[in-house]
Nanobody, 111 residues
Framework: VHLVESGGGLVQPGQSLRLSCEAS?????LAWYRQAPGKQRELVAQ???????KYADSVKGRFTISVDNAKNTMFLQMNNLKPEDTAVYYC?????????WGQGTQVTVSS
């Protein structure tokens, strides 16, 4: 499975961004992770094929994960962005015992 991300960029605090991740095949679980400089990679949000969602406490109420199954594309709508959301965001996909990572897209929140 090949993952292609898009949608990162530079925004001011309080603004929004939408990240996209297109997968080349069907998978069981999709997720977004992020890694800030000097920090470990952390789970931001995940969604299973059954639609079950999970969010990091730091993004609950601000971020929404969704999937367009017809296009094999996952989205992360990020609202009310904060400087602490600045990181490289990675798309992650899992199918059975196999897992895959995207190349990452930079999100910078700064005034």
């Amino acid at each position: 499975v090949h993952l292609v991300e898009s949608g990162g960029g530079l925004v001011q605090p309080g603004q929004s961004l939408r990240l996209s991740c297109e997968a080349s095949g069907s998978v069981f679980k999709l997720a977004w992770y992020r890694q800030a400089p000097g920090k470990q990679r952390e789970l931001v949000a995940q969604i299973t094929a059954r639609g079950n969602q999970k969010y990091a406490d730091s993004v609950k109420g601000r971020f929404t994960i969704s999937v367009d199954n017809a296009k094999n594309t996952m989205f992360l709508q990020m609202n009310n962005l904060k400087p602490e959301d600045t990181a490289v965001y990675y798309c992650y996909a899992q199918q059975y015992e196999f897992y895959y990572w995207g190349q990452g897209t930079q999100v910078t929140v700064s005034s």
